[in-house]
T-cell receptor
Framework: RKEVEQDPGPFNVPEGATVAFNCTYS??????FFWYRQDCRKEPKLLMS???SGNEDGRFTAQLNRASQYISLLIRDSKLSDSATYLCVVNYNTDKLIFGTGTRLQVFP | DAGVIQSPRHEVTEMGQEVTLRCKPISGHDYLFWYRQTMMRGLELLIYFNNNVPIDDSGMPEDRFSAKMPNASFSTLKIQPSEPRDSAVYFCASSPRDRGRGETQYFGPGTRLLVL
């Protein structure tokens, strides 16, 4: 079983739609959680951290469920510029990050 | 401020040749990470350094791969001899002191390697 699992997609949604991505992780000792965004042929960049109580950044909402070892990312009012691959990332309180293989989002007009 | 700098950006070589990838981390960052990304396996950590010292190289695929960090502003990842299965995008990332965990890893633009 992979340490971090994501649905690869692609998710094809129209502009203005709400879309949600899920991610599961296998190590219950995981301490920190993040979503990174990677545009086509570019490097990954931090989108947002995921906190236990859930957190929001504009149109983006991240949720964490430790009991189910599950992380989610919700994007409201999708924009064309949101088209990218979204990487779920887990840290076991070390210096290392464990990346999921990513979920591809394509927003169309 | 300059971000993480990697060179070359693209490399095409023939099987058996030596390949050297270079990375200049962000000034003042104490951690440096080397990753490899493929469609099949996603982003994999190969090795990372703290204060120029290799801490964990368990992700290095085999003896053909080696990495060095002779000083705080420069690191290399070498593949010798290269094989077609080494074809991937290689990313370097850096992070400040005590913040190696997660959110403050800054990635370079990557080196696209194709081994024929």
């Amino acid at each position: 079983r992979k340490e971090v699992e994501q649905d690869p997609g692609p998710f094809n949604v129209p502009e203005g739609a709400t879309v949600a991505f899920n991610c599961t992780y296998s190590n219950s000792a995981s301490q920190s959680f993040f979503w990174y965004r990677q545009d086509c042929r570019k490097e990954p960049k931090l989108l947002m951290s995921v906190y236990s109580s859930g957190n929001e950044d504009g149109r983006f909402t991240a949720q964490l469920n430790r009991a189910s070892q599950y992380i989610s990312l919700l994007i409201r009012d999708s924009k064309l510029s949101d088209s990218a691959t979204y990487l779920c990332v887990v840290n076991y309180n070390t210096d290392k990050l464990i990346f999921g293989t990513g979920t591809r989002l394509q927003v169309f007009p | 401020d300059a971000g993480v700098i990697q060179s070359p950006r693209h490399e095409v070589t023939e099987m058996g040749q030596e390949v050297t990838l270079r990375c200049k981390p962000i000034s003042g960052h104490d951690y440096l990470f080397w990753y490899r990304q493929t469609m099949m396996r996603g982003l994999e950590l190969l090795i990372y350094f703290n204060n120029n010292v290799p801490i964990d190289d368990s992700g290095m695929p085999e003896d053909r791969f080696s990495a060095k960090m002779p000083n705080a502003s420069f690191s290399t990842l070498k593949i010798q001899p290269s094989e077609p299965r080494d074809s991937a995008v290689y990313f370097c990332a850096s992070s400040p002191r005590d913040r190696g965990r997660g959110e403050t890893q800054y990635f370079g633009p990557g080196t696209r390697l194709l081994v024929l």
